[in-house]
């Protein structure tokens, strides 16, 4: 994250980070706390999420679409609204057909291309936020 964000007020949301590379995880953690969000866990494969999500119950996933073990990103975020609710923001490199085909088939809350700022993050939460109903 290359642009700084000035702290925004939002009711303390509960989001979840599923990613894979845990310097990029703590990363988007300091920026979630410097916008006022709760972080409840963080998780780098799907056993590890629905785990978390389990125990925490978050009202949103922050995912990125390369994870550890057989299950990617996507398929992850599928599991986690079946089985308990969760939307997902989408955080990842990837925009070929294919893989936005397979997004959008998940109804995420928004997307956002990596690399990106914290401007950018901060404005999808809120818009996710907002569809939420939070």
Do not use: N, W
């Amino acid at each position: 994250m290359t642009d700084s964000a000035e702290p925004t007020t939002v009711r303390r949301v509960r989001i979840m980070i599923v990613e894979d590379d845990a310097l990029v995880a703590l990363g988007i953690r300091c920026t979630l706390d410097e916008l006022g969000y709760e972080v409840c866990g963080v998780a780098a494969s799907e056993p590890e999420a629905l785990a978390l999500a389990g125990r925490t119950q978050p009202e949103l996933a922050l995912m990125d679409i390369r994870l550890r073990g057989p299950t990617d990103g996507i398929d992850t975020a599928r599991r986690l609204r079946a089985e308990f609710g969760i939307r997902s923001v989408y955080l990842s490199a990837y925009t070929d057909h294919q893989t936005m085909s397979r997004i959008t088939s998940t109804y995420p809350l928004g997307f956002v291309q990596k690399p990106y700022s914290a401007v950018q993050l901060r404005m999808a939460l809120d818009l996710a936020v907002r569809r939420l109903g939070a």
